[in-house]
């Protein structure tokens, strides 16, 4: 492996970006209502003690410590004109400590703003560099390198800027205010590293890609990695190889080999949406062929089918795996937030990897989330026909984590359904958990009132469809709360089932204002952000129903309490 001189500038080079400026005290009151006695408020989800969060950036395993950056304004709790780089740390990916802000506007090349980027650990001396959008002076959007100032700090809690930057900016055919967004980099055979950049001309969408034999000094490609027509700009993009064996097994970014296919993901600003790809890179023509091309429609592959954005990915070396993360902005208004103090939420890690079929990834939430389970209960072998409504009691339901298996009938009694040209979100608002089909509506009942005048419907159908069979999932939330002021779409999906399918799996993580929701063994899932009215904490119940004419039976069901992770600052956390 090729040392990279320059970078070694890094440690004499007397940038420093903290103010010294810390995130927030774990003392400090939100509008004279502490974060706890707010009933929106996560116990187990990733989130700042005050003000804006979006964009996960730069996460990474490094010494023993994961840390995770992310998009952050300190002063208030809405997107701002001075975004820096929020820093966390953590030994689980659940339990978190806050520290300073590691990057912040300081020069003519970012101090309009810090925006997204990617971390990589370039071997050797394994030394993690990042990559992020500045906007400079002239509010274009240009690339920056970062490096730590101190690699014996496994809290890597300062950070240091090279002293050429800006080391990208906007080539020809790309709008100044429109490049942005660094992907991890990767290294091809012949050594030289390779990153990919959001862009945008006109209503094209686009990602360029960047060589370099230093990380310093980068050339252009001039042909676009990945181009769609009519999409406008391609932010967060993030690209990785994937095991075709169906192992759960992760790989590292480099890897480019027989045994792997490679993913890229777009984040496409005007549908607010992560859309990925699967394909083939060829390397020595830096040329991606994904099986399909972006259409705009249904049919295209996301990661989650309701609120989650500007997704980042990182191979954790400590486990052999991908881990994911997301963006889960807020359903309620920008006022709300500012009296809330706060807004935005981290999904809970996920682990990723291609599904056996090779046509789809697989997200499933990191096993260390269950250290949180606390309270448990099991129901087996529950039949549930026509109307009914079985509660799942017992539990926190404000703060749960549930896993359910149903049992269906014969497939060959589902309804027909043609899913060609269905859009599944406007289906969902059709056909609702209340209106009865055959096979279905059935599933759960979420941070409902005791009388189930508020609830979210988390739910399957089935449907016989030309030559094969076909799963509905839905998360309706038009009924989760009786306020007005709120974003209820209701979200779904349409996916293939295997005919001969017996049982189908439903998981659900839920978290007071948010549920994030894990179909057919993680082959399809649906975040929603919720704020109930009536189930509130300890007002809050979970129910698994059924409202098709065929009886499906809950063939097993565990559900737990989940207790509090522990999230704060250095200094004031007892972490263990």
Not at 186 to 197: L, P, T
Not at 379 to 401: F, H, P, R, W
Not at 432 to 461: V, Y
């Amino acid at each position: 492996m090729k040392i990279i001189p320059e970078l070694l500038l890094f440690v004499i080079v007397p940038f420093l970006l903290n103010s010294g400026n810390g995130i927030e005290t774990s003392t400090h009151s939100i509008n004279n209502r502490t974060p706890e006695k707010q009933p929106y408020r996560t116990s187990y989800h990733f989130q700042p003690r005050q003000n804006w969060m979006n964009d996960p950036n730069g996460p990474m395993y490094y010494k023993g410590v994961y840390h995770l950056f992310y998009q952050h304004n300190p002063e208030a709790a809405t997107f701002g004109d001075r975004i820096v780089w929020g820093h966390s740390v953590s030994y689980d990916l659940i339990n978190w400590i806050h520290l300073n802000n590691a990057i912040e506007p300081s020069g003519p090349y970012d101090n309009n703003s810090c925006w997204s980027g990617s971390a990589t650990i370039i071997p050797g001396k394994e030394q993690p560099v990042i990559l992020y959008t500045g906007i400079d002076d002239k509010k274009h959007q240009v690339q920056n390198l970062a490096m730590p100032r101190n690699l014996s700090d496994p809290f890597l809690r300062e950070w240091i800027k090279h002293p050429q930057n800006p080391v990208m900016s906007p080539p020809s055919g790309v709008e100044v205010n429109n490049f942005r967004d660094p992907s991890t980099a990767w290294q091809g055979k012949d050594g030289k590293w390779r990153v990919v950049i959001g862009a945008q001309n006109g209503d094209e969408g686009k990602t360029i890609l960047y060589q370099s034999e230093d990380f310093v000094n980068w050339k252009v490609d001039p042909n676009p990695f990945y181009a769609s027509d009519n999409t406008g700009v391609c932010e967060c993009p993030d690209f990785f190889p994937v095991n075709i064996s169906g192992s759960k097994n992760g790989v590292d970014t480099s890897v480019q080999n027989p045994s792997v296919r490679h993913v890229l993901k777009i984040s496409y600003l005007r549908k607010q949406h992560d859309y990925y790809f699967l394909g083939k890179y060829v390397s020595d023509q830096e040329n991606f062929i994904p099986d399909v091309r972006f259409t705009g429609t249904s049919s295209d592959l996301r990661y989650d089918y309701g609120k989650f954005y500007a997704s980042k990915s990182f191979f954790d070396y400590a486990k052999n795996r991908r881990i994911l993360w997301g963006w889960v902005n807020e359903s309620d208004s920008t006022q709300d937030d500012i009296e809330k103090g706060w807004a935005g939420l981290q999904s809970i890690p996920r682990q990723v990897w291609l599904d056996k079929s090779g046509k789809r990834l697989v997200q499933w939430p990191i096993e260390e989330v269950e250290k949180l389970r606390d309270k448990h209960i099991s129901i087996m072998g529950e039949k549930l026909v026509y109307g009914s409504n079985l509660e799942v009691s017992g539990i926190t339901a404000s703060q749960a984590d549930v896993e359910v298996l149903f049992e269906l009938p014969e497939l060959q009694s589902a309804e027909f359904l043609d899913p060609d040209g269905v859009d599944p979100q406007l289906l969902c608002s059709q056909e609702d958990a209340s209106r009865s089909g055959i096979i279905g509506p059935f599933g759960l009942l979420a941070l409902a009132s005791k009388d189930l005048k508020e609830h979210t419907a988390i739910f399957f159908k089935i449907y016989r469809a030309p030559n094969r069979y076909v799963g509905l999932m839905c998360n309706d939330q038009r009924r989760s709360s009786f306020r007005h002021d709120l974003d209820k779409t209701a979200y779904g999906t349409i996916f293939d089932i295997d005919p001969n399918l017996k049982n189908i799996s439903l998981r659900s993580l839920i978290d007071h204002s948010i549920i994030e929701s894990f179909g057919d063994e993680g082959r399809v899932c649906i975040t929603s952000r919720v704020y109930p009215s009536l189930a509130i904490d300890k007002d809050a119940h979970l129910y698994a129903f059924n409202n098709g004419s065929q009886s499906v039976v809950v063939s097993k069901l565990n559900a737990w309490s989940m207790k509090q992770a522990e999230i704060g600052r250095e200094g004031n956390i007892s972490y263990t």
